[in-house]
T-cell receptor, first 116, second 113 residues
Framework: GAVVSQHPSWVICKSGTSVKIECRSL??????MFWYRQFPKQSLMLMAT?????????EQGVEKDKFLINHASLTLSTLTVTSAHPEDSSFYIC????????????FGNGTRLTVT | AQTVTQSQPEMSVQEAETVTLSCTYD???????LFWYKQPPSRQMILVIR??????QNATENRFSVNFQKAAKSFSLKISDSQLGDAAMYFC??????????FGQGTRLTINP
């Protein structure tokens, strides 16, 4: 089946620094990838939609300058949390879809970010 | 905007028994997909079952089945013969058009041995 690899699985960084999270589709080409954020005991909230070769589309309320998304190839999307603050601490999950609408989304294992 | 509502924050069931998780959604579209995802403590999102809105037949995957009521915009998940490994957060999700999954709030399912 389709596999999405997300790296790192957890990261601790100091306030003010930036951290990059990678999301790779290992055995399929993903023209679209999605980035979600999940707070403890809450649901997944879509942050942005990442399209290969074009700018990401951010959901309302998501700071595009803080959460930089790059989708440079059909198998890789990155999320960079810039100038991280403790309130950015969260669980971030990416997902990717194979071709065609309504295909099941495949999720990465998530990244737990802790900003100290 | 599409919304998905799971009105049961927590549910529990005895091992080997049957439990039903509720989900309602709101949309003006006629063509869409509905999903149930499972998120165990590992936090990996696992697709449990999906339903195409144009299909009247309820989807079934082994012990998991849905009751899809399109007119009522209801999409419940039935888990038969519950097993300890079924314990997890369950999210109902809706997708239409641009493949943006909209999740419900989740239901935490506990299996009592």
């Amino acid at each position: 089946g389709a596999v999405v690899s997300q790296h790192p699985s957890w990261v601790i960084c100091k306030s003010g620094t930036s951290v990059k999270i990678e999301c790779r589709s290992l055995d399929f080409q993903a023209t679209t990838m999605f980035w979600y954020r999940q707070f403890p005991k809450q649901s997944l909230m879509l942050m942005a939609t990442s399209n290969e070769g074009s700018k990401a589309t951010y959901e309302q309320g998501v700071e595009k300058d803080k959460f930089l998304i790059n989708h440079a190839s059909l198998t890789l999307s990155t999320l960079t949390v810039t100038s991280a603050h403790p309130e950015d601490s969260s669980f971030y999950i990416c997902s990717a879809s194979t071709q065609g609408f309504y295909s099941p989304l495949h999720f990465g294992n998530g990244t737990r970010l802790t900003v100290t | 905007a599409q919304t998905v509502t799971q009105s049961q924050p927590e549910m529990s069931v005895q091992e080997a028994e049957t439990v039903t998780l509720s989900c309602t959604y709101d949309t003006s579209e006629s063509d869409y997909y509905l999903f149930w995802y499972k998120q165990p403590p590992s936090r990996q999102m696992i697709l449990v079952i999906r339903q195409e809105a144009y299909k009247q037949q309820n989807a079934t995957e082994n012990r998991f089945s849905v009751n899809f009521q399109k007119a009522a915009k209801s999409f419940s998940l039935k888990i038969s013969d519950s097993q300890l490994g079924d314990a997890a957060m369950y999210f109902c999700a809706f997708i239409q058009g641009a493949q943006k999954l909209v999740f419900g709030q989740g239901t935490r399912l506990t299996i009592n041995p």
